[in-house]
């Protein structure tokens, strides 16, 4: 019986070891006509000990996969169905459906309604509205201490990200993204936020070196920083203080660098950027520095149907056929 026991309690904190110390995820995206099955992708995480997952939809088949996975995961709205989630009944509707009726086998941790919606957009005017319709309906759910509601922004709201500490969110975004901090301030969530170093060294070659963007730049920046990823996360630490949101953490939804298809984007350059990375949000940065920084990698495959720069169907971690294009450990 002391053996059943014990093994039992091995079983008990291995899982949650498992999930509690991993502080890396993989986003999981879907726009490609040679993947595998959903089933395949789950089982390809755990095979590989990636304990978070994001979404960008609630794909039913990813959903059943996922059950009784152990794999935390942030659901996503698509920006296409902002609009309808302005309605409380469809808001309530959607999380019944997608949400709560897996919610006893699957571990949601964050709905990030909507992504990269730029201010001056259409969508804008609809984000907060459903996230006020989708919190409703969590609460409602009695699912609002497991499930977080917020959205995912870009870096770009944030102006003067240089030196960090001048940060402040730009003048054509803040309408947009004050009453949203407000509120994620009212809610205790986390804000979303896509932080993309090799976009940042793309479009400033002259100022942004190459291995301040990768981490292998040897000592610090006048600023104090050793790396481009943890100033841009500072930079939107620094504007959320000015907005009055010091409290409010940033869960770094995406971030990944392309193997193929542009300036600087190379297997080794790209192998180099995830493996320092991994290791990297295991601490802080300078303005935080008590870590994990909450981290999911894009993308978990490339993903051959994806619209613009040919770049952006080379941020895989995996081939289609489900081999590691880079040696790396996720937990």
Same mark, same amino acid.
């Given at each position: 019986?002391?053996?059943?026991?014990?093994?039992?309690?091995?079983?008990?904190f291995?899982?949650?070891?498992?999930?509690?110390?991993?502080?890396?995820?993989?986003?999981?995206? #879907?726009?490609?006509?040679? @993947?595998?099955? !959903?089933?395949?992708?789950?089982?390809?995480?755990?095979?590989?000990?990636?304990g978070?997952?994001?979404?960008?939809?609630?794909?039913?088949?990813?959903?059943?996969? @996922?059950?009784?996975?152990?794999?935390?995961?942030?659901?996503?709205?698509?920006?296409?169905?902002? !609009?309808?989630?302005?309605?409380?009944?469809?808001?309530?509707?959607?999380?019944?459906?997608?949400?709560?009726?897996?919610?006893?086998?699957?571990? +949601?941790?964050?709905i990030?309604?909507?992504?990269?919606?730029?201010?001056?957009?259409?969508?804008?005017?609809?984000?907060?509205?459903?996230?006020?319709?989708?919190?409703?309906?969590?609460?409602?759910?009695?699912?609002?201490?497991?499930?977080?509601?917020?959205?995912?922004?870009?870096?770009?709201?944030?102006?003067?990200?240089?030196?960090?500490?001048n940060?402040?969110?730009?003048?054509?975004?803040?309408?947009?993204?004050?009453?949203?901090?407000?509120?994620?301030?009212?809610?205790?969530?986390?804000?979303?936020?896509?932080?993309?170093?090799?976009?940042?060294?793309?479009?400033?070659?002259?100022?942004v070196?190459?291995?301040?963007?990768? +981490?292998?730049?040897?000592?610090?920046?006048?600023?104090?920083? !050793?790396?481009? +990823?943890?100033?841009?996360?500072?930079?939107?630490y620094?504007?959320l203080?000015?907005?009055?949101?010091?409290?409010?953490?940033?869960?770094?939804?995406?971030?990944?660098?392309?193997?193929?298809?542009?300036?600087?984007?190379?297997?080794?350059?790209a192998?180099?950027?995830?493996?320092?990375?991994?290791?990297?949000?295991?601490?802080g940065t300078?303005?935080?520095?008590?870590?994990?920084?909450?981290?999911? @990698?894009?993308?978990?495959?490339?993903?051959?149907?994806?619209?613009?720069?040919?770049?952006?169907?080379?941020f895989? @971690? +995996? #081939?289609?056929?489900?081999?590691?294009?880079y040696?790396?450990?996720?937990?």
């Amino acid at each position: 019986m002391f053996a059943v026991l014990l093994f039992i309690g091995i079983l008990y904190f291995s899982e949650v070891e498992f999930t509690a110390a991993q502080s890396v995820g993989v986003c999981y995206g #879907r726009n490609g006509d040679n @993947l595998p099955t !959903q089933q395949e992708t789950v089982d390809l995480y755990k095979s590989n000990g990636i304990g978070r997952m994001r979404i960008y939809d609630p794909d039913e088949r990813s959903l059943q996969a @996922l059950k009784g996975s152990n794999i935390e995961l942030i659901l996503g709205v698509s920006n296409d169905k902002l !609009q309808s989630l302005n309605d409380a009944g469809a808001a309530t509707d959607w999380v019944n459906t997608n949400v709560k009726a897996y919610s006893s086998d699957v571990k +949601f941790k964050y709905i990030a309604v909507g992504n990269e919606v730029e201010p001056n957009a259409n969508e804008a005017q609809y984000v907060l509205p459903a996230m006020r319709n989708i919190q409703n309906a969590i609460s409602s759910a009695n699912l609002q201490d497991q499930i977080k509601v917020s959205t995912a922004i870009k870096s770009s709201l944030v102006a003067n990200p240089y030196p960090p500490n001048n940060g402040v969110f730009s003048d054509s975004a803040s309408g947009f993204i004050k009453p949203i901090v407000d509120f994620l301030v009212s809610n205790r969530a986390p804000l979303l936020a896509n932080l993309y170093p090799y976009f940042s060294h793309v479009e400033n070659q002259q100022t942004v070196p190459l291995n301040y963007a990768l +981490f292998t730049q040897q000592g610090t920046n006048d600023a104090g920083y !050793q790396n481009l +990823f943890d100033a841009l996360l500072d930079s939107l630490y620094a504007a959320l203080e000015k907005a009055g949101a010091s409290n409010v953490n940033v869960v770094v939804s995406e971030s990944g660098w392309p193997s193929d298809g542009g300036v600087a984007a190379s297997v080794d350059n790209a192998g180099t950027y995830y493996r320092n990375l991994i290791n990297h949000v295991k601490g802080g940065t300078p303005k935080r520095p008590n870590g994990p920084i909450e981290t999911y @990698l894009f993308a978990m495959f490339d993903e051959n149907r994806k619209d613009g720069d040919e770049t952006e169907k080379h941020f895989g @971690l +995996f #081939r289609p056929d489900k081999s590691p294009k880079y040696q790396l450990s996720y937990n």
